[in-house]
């Protein structure tokens, strides 16, 4: 297992709220990465955070944001919840954001209803 | 951007028979592709990788074929076992560290 945790580890909201899902990332990796995996898909890039900085978004609304916290760990926002959200939020933290590889948590399981 | 595409979708081998699954890239700039194992309900677990200076890499029954010539990559399991049944994704980026970029993933069986 990777040392990366999530949590909750499931949620359940209706639409229209807003939800925060946290990500405490491997001991010395500085960069984590929030990927949105739906029913039967491959996960899809949401956006990447190095050393506190926004460093790349995939196809995601504004309404998806996130932070780096010093320690590393991280948030992920969304707000106003579609039913489209409902998905599995897996985050993974890597060493830099060049030659290491990333490790994924466990995941936080999102259901709007 | 990157479009990573991946066949078969499903796959189902008789253990102790090998299975070959197959992705294409579209973005020349790719230079990392690495698979990933995803049991139901677990987090995907990284089981191999390779980089664009290599065209071929190894790790026991588990190995990977790069051409970038054509754009696709391989993987290739060898004297599948039960435990081997799972859904495989490939991605690719451009360095191990970035955004990484999925195929729509491969359901492996492997029948006793």
């Known amino acids: 297992e990777t040392g990366v945790t999530q949590s909750p580890t499931h949620l359940i909201k209706t639409r229209g709220q807003q939800v925060t899902l946290r990500c405490s990332s491997q001991?010395?990796?500085?960069?984590v990465s929030w990927y949105q995996q739906a029913l039967g898909q491959g996960p899809q890039f949401i956006f990447q955070?190095?050393?506190?900085?926004?460093?790349g978004r995939g196809n995601f609304p504004p309404r998806f944001s996130g932070l780096q916290f010093p320690n590393y760990s991280s948030e992920l926002n969304v707000n106003a919840l579609e039913l489209d959200d409902s998905a599995l939020y897996l985050c993974?933290?890597?060493?830099?954001?060049?030659?290491?590889?990333?490790?994924f948590g466990p995941g936080t399981r999102l259901t709007v209803l | 951007g990157e479009n990573v595409e991946q066949h078969p979708s499903t796959l189902s081998v008789q253990e102790g028979d090998s299975a070959v699954i197959k992705c294409t890239y579209s973005?020349?700039?790719?230079?990392?592709f690495p698979w990933y194992k995803q049991e139901l309900g677990k987090r995907p677990q990284l089981i191999i990788d390779?980089?664009?200076?290599?065209g071929e890499k190894k790790d026991q029954r588990i190995a990977v074929t790069l051409n970038k010539t054509a754009k696709h990559f391989s993987l290739h399991i060898t004297e599948t076992q039960p435990e081997d049944s799972a859904v495989y994704f490939c991605a690719a980026s451009k360095n191990a560290g970035n955004m990484l970029t999925f195929g729509g993933g491969t359901r492996l069986m492997v029948k006793p």
């Open positions: 993974a933290s890597s060493l830099g954001q060049d030659l290491n590889e990333q490790f």
């Open positions: 973005d020349s700039a790719s230079n990392y």
């Open positions: 390779i980089r664009s200076n290599v």
């Open positions: 001991s010395g990796h500085n960069t």
């Open positions: 955070y190095y050393r506190e900085e926004e460093n």
